[in-house]
């Protein structure tokens, strides 16, 4: 790998990660009384206590980065495009998919 790709694959990684652990985090850790496990519940907690800091988070990074969209160079314009396009992917997998996956599984999170 050029090094630049490795750079951006690693960025790609961590931010996913990132965004996903946290929405994974509020879902799992909720407290429910034993009456009503519901993960309707539990989603709706992680989407209003994280999910506005997974958003805040992702803007920050995109406006850091959005620097670069203004580089003379090639080469840091087309790093800018790609770090957009990773931020938009990670908080998509993060906010959506990832909540969706652990709904279908309700085994993760059922014994916590």
């Known amino acids: 790998l ?3 790709s490795f750079c951006q694959l690693c ?3 961590g931010l996913t990660v990132d965004y996903v652990i946290h929405m994974v ?3 799992a850790e909720m407290k429910l ?3 009503n496990n519901g993960y309707d519940r539990r ?3 992680a989407m209003i206590e994280t999910g506005g800091s997974v958003i805040k988070g992702a803007i920050t990074t995109f406006v850091g980065a959005s620097v670069l969209a203004f580089a003379g160079s090639v080469a ?3 790093f800018f495009y790609m770090l957009a396009g990773i931020i938009i992917v990670a908080v998509l997998f993060g906010i959506i998919f990832a909540p ?3 709904g279908l599984m ?3 999170y059922s014994g916590l």
Do not use: E, G
Request: charged share 10%; glycine share 0%.
């Open 76 to 78: 840091f314009r087309s």
């Open 33 to 35: 009384d034993p009456n």
């Open 100 to 102: 969706a996956v652990m």
């Open 106 to 108: 309700p085994f993760i």
């Open 25 to 27: 985090h509020a879902i």
């Open 11 to 13: 960025m790609a990684v």
């Open 2 to 4: 050029q090094t630049i």
């Open 43 to 45: 989603i709706k907690f």
